[in-house]
């Protein structure tokens, strides 16, 4: 995941409601127009990024419903940028 990429998504996190949501819900426009393959990449490579710290406020809920892994966004005062 590009730097790009990661301060597209807090800009998209930034504005998405606390609580719970899927990465696509994020990841915003085009992503049902991906292959299969790209979105597990992609999806993966978001988890990682989460873990990893990268998004302040938001975890990983560590449960999958409904096709996918759900995140729990809770105050995201700084965005990083």
Known sequence: MTEDDIRRLRQNITRHPDGTF???EIYGA???DLY???RVKL???FLNAVR???FP???DSGMKKKGGRIYIKS???DTGD
Do not use: E, K, L
């Open 22 to 24: 899927h990465f696509p």
């Open 36 to 38: 299969i393959g790209d």
């Open 43 to 45: 999806g993966h490579a």
């Open 57 to 59: 406020g938001v975890n």
């Open 52 to 54: 990893a710290g990268h």
């Open 30 to 32: 085009g992503w049902d």
């Open 75 to 77: 105050g995201t005062s």
